[in-house]
């Protein structure tokens, strides 16, 4: 993943941060502030359906060119055109959520995995789910893992040591956070149902 070049106001980006803003982002009209990508102080490209957030980590080689091109903070909208993967400046207007305070702490998680990817191989990929479920204990939309078969590299998985809390996927350019579905506290999950009650 990487931001290729600016240029206009717009910014090219490569096609799995394309696939993976466009995933991520609200599709949901009534959350209009919610739906474009948010750009934070060329550090941080955001995005998020109010169920998980996506930041990508700006480098400071990716800063220097969206300096230099007077790429200004604010909404965008993923956009491919022809054969280009581009942000194109959207007029939303009203404050990005405070998406820090959902970013959890990782010295206060545990380090489950590493070299974490989606190869889209059934087997492969089932067996990658469970472990992560039985890790989280927790139940998770098993859609919000599609998005990591974009990925051209992999991440580790930290979680923390109770349930019902928000799980990291966190590489060195990217975090990508996940929250769980919710149950009650009196609600035991037989991890051997889990497979089948998410329909892997």
Not at 38 to 63: H, M, P, V, W
Not at 174 to 185: A, N, R, T
Request: charged content about 25%; hydrophobic content about 40%; glycine content about 4%.
């Amino acid at each position: 993943m990487k931001i290729v070049r600016a240029y206009k106001g717009t910014i090219e980006i490569t096609r799995d941060l394309y696939l993976t803003l466009e995933d991520v982002r609200s599709k949901d009209e009534t959350r209009y502030f919610l739906c474009p990508v948010f750009l934070e102080d060329n550090e941080n490209l955001l995005a998020t359906d109010g169920k998980r957030l996506f930041q990508y980590k700006i480098s400071q080689e990716e800063q220097i060119v969206l300096n230099e091109n007077n790429i200004e903070d604010g909404y965008y909208m993923p956009a491919k055109i022809k054969n280009k993967f581009i942000l194109i400046p959207d007029a939303t207007q009203g404050q990005y959520p405070s998406w820090r305070k959902v970013v959890p702490d990782e010295s206060a998680l545990v380090h489950r995995m590493e070299d974490v990817t989606i190869t889209g191989k059934t087997d492969q990929d089932s067996r990658l789910y469970f472990n992560i479920f039985i890790y989280a204990k927790s139940a998770i939309n098993i859609d919000y893992f599609k998005v990591m078969k974009n990925w051209n590299e992999s991440c580790n998985l930290f979680t923390a040591d109770v349930a019902n809390k928000a799980i990291v996927f966190s590489s060195n350019s990217f975090k990508y956070i996940v929250m769980p579905m919710q149950f009650d506290d009196n609600m035991g999950i037989d991890p051997e149902y889990i497979p089948n009650l998410l329909g892997i």
